[in-house]
C-alpha cells in the first residue's frame, strides 16, 4: 500500500514551457486534491475533485489545468509555465462520507521555473 | 467562510520543554479539527483529529482537545525533543462541504537540544 504518490519529485522548467504532474493514489479515495505551498503562505488550494471525471477549482487555479480521467489518478497541468509558479506542489487525497476523515498527502513535488 | 487562525511563529525552544501552538476557528456549522505536521522535505502527515466538541486527540505525546465554546484546538506536549522539530498545521473540515479542508497558516517549531 503505497498511498499517495507524484511524479515527478523535482523539475526545472524554462517560462513558457509545459509539464504535467502526476498523483495517484491505492485506496480508492473518491476526493482528490492538489495543493501549491510557498514560503510563509502555508497551503493554497489549486483544483480539487470529488470523483472520477469531475474537477474543480480551488483557490488559485490560474495558470494550472487538471483532470482525472481515471478515479486513482488527478493529473495537473501547466500549461504555459511562469516563474511565479516556482513552488513545492502536494497532492492529497480523502475517502468520503463523513467531514472527520482526513486527507493523505503525497510527498510532493518541487518545481523551479527560470 | 471558515477559516483557521494559528499562532505566529517560529517557535523555538529548549528540549524537555512545554510546547502549546495556539489554533482557533471560525465555522458556520460541527466542524472536525485536525493537526498535521510537515518535517523537513516532506509531506504533510495527520498528527492527531477531534470530531466532535470535548473530544481529546492525543498521538506521539501531542494532545489537543476541542473546544467548542472557544472555537479552539490549541496543541500542547509535555516535554519537546529535537525530533519535534517540524511545522504545524490546524485544520477544519465541515460536514456539509466535506470535500473543503480548511488549514491554517502552519507554525515552524524548532527545538534546541
Known amino acids: 500500500n503505497a498511498g499517495v504518490t507524484q511524479t515527478p519529485k523535482f523539475r526545472v522548467l524554462k517560462t513558457g514551457q509545459s509539464m504535467t504532474l502526476l498523483c495517484a493514489q491505492d485506496m480508492n479515495h473518491e476526493y482528490m486534491y492538489w495543493y501549491r505551498q510557498d514560503p510563509g503562505m502555508g497551503l493554497r488550494l489549486i483544483h480539487y475533485s470529488v470523483g472520477e471525471g469531475t474537477t474543480a477549482k480551488g483557490e488559485v487555479p490560474d495558470g494550472y489545468n487538471v483532470s482525472r480521467l481515471k478515479k486513482q489518478n488527478f493529473l495537473l497541468g501547466l500549461e504555459s509555465a511562469a516563474p511565479s509558479q516556482t513552488s513545492v506542489y502536494f497532492c492529497?487525497?480523502?475517502?468520503?462520507?463523513?467531514?472527520?476523515?482526513?486527507?493523505?498527502f503525497g510527498p510532493g513535488t518541487r518545481l523551479t521555473v527560470l | 467562510g471558515d477559516s483557521v487562525t494559528q499562532m505566529e511563529g517560529p517557535v523555538t525552544l529548549s528540549e524537555e520543554a512545554f510546547l502549546t501552538i495556539n489554533c482557533t476557528y471560525t465555522?458556520?456549522?460541527?466542524?472536525?479539527l485536525f493537526w498535521y505536521v510537515q518535517y523537513p522535505g516532506e509531506g504533510l502527515q495527520l498528527l492527531l483529529k477531534?470530531?466532535?466538541?470535548?473530544d481529546k486527540g492525543s498521538n506521539k505525546g501531542f494532545e489537543a482537545t476541542y473546544r467548542k465554546e472557544t472555537t479552539s484546538f490549541h496543541l500542547e506536549k509535555g516535554s519537546v525533543q529535537v525530533s519535534d522539530s517540524a511545522v504545524y498545521f490546524c485544520?477544519?473540515?465541515?460536514?456539509?462541504?466535506?470535500?473543503?479542508?480548511?488549514f491554517g497558516p502552519g507554525t515552524r517549531l524548532s527545538v534546541l537540544p
Open positions: 492529497a487525497s480523502r475517502r468520503t462520507g463523513s467531514s472527520y476523515n482526513e486527507q493523505f
Open positions: 477531534a470530531t466532535k466538541a470535548d
Open positions: 465555522a458556520t456549522g460541527y466542524p472536525s
Open positions: 485544520a477544519l473540515s465541515e460536514e456539509n462541504y466535506g470535500q473543503n479542508f480548511v
